[in-house]
């Protein structure tokens, strides 16, 4: 096989996206005709090194973000005297994460190409080009997602009315759909990588998505609980920038049309309670509802780590890789009721410090250094190992993203779902690898001269 040398500006493959026309020089017709792949000029340069800095440091990213947004700037306006606290905390978890994602930085140099002298290093476009039936699978788990999630909504899975009563939905239907709870997940990953590898336009991918995210939308009124809902956008908003097909301004919007609607969302929310008979805080306005900065201060008045008589290791193994449906008679883990309890509420309602202050709360800041380094050191491998991941990569790297990364999750749940989520996810990871086209180290096919379908979003260059 004849390898590829590190291509000119403009000799890149890119997936599908909006229609553009292909440079063209002398230089390149000659190229063409010997096999070299050819393809439209770059993405701005800016727009591009913002892509791999991300990439490079995902999970402080992940961390820093909604603190410099939302949490920092509200303790600032409000003068939280925890301010001091909040800011000793994230400097202790960033420092860990950026240690160890600077010593990966590296290990992940973007791959201009096929090198001579990187054999086996992979772009993104090479990575997930070998799975002919990507696309296909992608909208297979995106449908069952979708309606998985419908089913339990209506049958009561994960509503408040069920978590004030302190007990599980027993329909033997909501265990069955709770086996595919993390396909949300999964389908994102997978139409990303579809269309990374050419399969999927990008008006496709953003219809998949916004559907996706409709389903959520609706769960609210379903549920009466909004956490999910901003729990999967932020994880689509954080995945979809890292890996190229989300530009950094429509994050902002999306982040400043949130904001806006939650005072909405808020009064929706309570309105759905109170028709159930759910008791909602006459005390607490929505704006008052966003001082998250007061509710990872609140652990500061504690000696951590605090035992709430959580499993120990072991019992995390049985909870992330034991589904339900065959262990039914276990108990259901709910460190933010546990928490709740040890403040003095009572156990049928929940409450967390964040995803930072829980773990500081149940590990303490050893914990915090073990929890953020481990993970920046699963997602740095998994987005750097032989260059840019493939659809399998790519769904762990979204599990960890959905799981331990996203700002608000309990711990360990979090950790524990991501771990579930990847043995639901093993019947589509297998269906993917008998279907992949061998040899699996190939190059991208060349595509034809004329009119070359170009990605308006940029993609991302490893």
């Not at 290990?107 to 001579?116: E, I, L, N």
């Not at 990953?189 to 990374?196: D, E, G, N, R, Y």
């Not at 049309?257 to 006459?282: C, D, H, M, Y």
């Not at 019947?427 to 190059?443: A, C, E, H, I, M």
Request: aromatic fraction near 8%.
């Amino acid at each position: 096989m004849e390898l590829v040398t590190s291509p000119r500006r403009g000799d890149r493959y890119a997936p599908l996206g909006r229609p553009g026309r292909q440079r063209r020089s002398e230089s390149s017709a000659p190229a063409r005709s010997e096999g070299v792949r050819t393809g439209p000029a770059r993405p701005p340069q800016a727009r591009t090194r913002l892509v791999r800095l991300l990439q490079r440091y995902p999970v402080s990213t992940l961390l820093l973000a909604p603190y410099l947004v939302l949490v920092l700037p509200m303790a600032v306006l409000h003068r939280n005297p925890d301010l001091g606290f909040v800011l000793r905390l994230l400097a202790l978890a960033l420092a860990a994460s950026l240690l160890v994602e600077t010593v990966l930085v590296p290990q992940g140099r973007p791959g201009r190409g096929r090198a001579v002298d990187i054999p086996g290093r992979q772009t993104f476009a090479e990575a997930n080009s070998g799975y002919p039936k990507l696309f296909l699978v992608a909208r297979a788990v995106a449908v069952v997602s979708i309606v998985a999630d419908l089913v339990g909504g209506y049958a009561g899975r994960g509503s408040i009315v069920a978590q004030v009563a302190g007990a599980q939905v027993a329909s033997p239907l909501v265990n069955v759909v709770a086996l595919v709870s993390g396909w949300k997940y999964l389908a994102f990953a997978l139409l990303i990588a579809s269309f990374h590898g050419g399969q999927a336009r990008l008006g496709s991918l953003y219809r998949w998505i916004a559907a996706l995210l409709g389903v959520q939308v609706l769960l609210v009124f379903l549920t009466a609980i909004s956490a999910p809902l901003v729990g999967y956008l932020t994880f689509v908003m954080a995945a979809g920038a890292i890996c190229g097909v989300i530009r950094a301004r429509y994050v902002l919007v999306v982040a400043v049309l949130l904001f806006l609607a939650w005072p909405t969302v808020f009064a929706v929310r309570n309105a759905i309670r109170q028709e159930n008979g759910v008791k909602v805080a006459s005390d607490v306005s929505a704006a008052e509802r966003l001082r998250f900065d007061q509710q990872i201060g609140r652990a500061s008045g504690y000696d951590a780590p605090v035992d709430l008589g959580q499993p120990g290791p072991t019992g995390y193994l049985r909870y992330g890789f034991v589904p339900r449906i065959l262990d039914p008679g276990r108990a259901p883990l709910a460190t933010g009721a546990a928490i709740n309890r040890f403040l003095g509420g009572s156990d049928k309602s929940s409450f967390n410090f964040l995803t930072l202050g829980t773990v500081y709360f149940v590990d303490g800041r050893t914990g915090v250094v073990v929890f953020y380094g481990g993970w920046a050191l699963v997602a740095g491998l998994l987005l750097r190992v032989r260059g840019a991941p493939g659809p399998l990569r790519l769904s762990l790297f979204c599990f960890v993203v959905a799981g331990p990364l996203v700002w608000l999750n309990g711990h360990p749940e979090s950790t524990i779902a991501a771990t579930q989520n990847t043995v639901a996810a093993a019947p589509v990871f297998l269906v993917l690898l008998l279907t992949r086209r061998s040899p699996p180290d190939r190059l991208v096919p060349p595509r034809p001269a004329g009119r070359l379908p170009v990605s308006r979003a940029g993609r991302a260059y490893w």
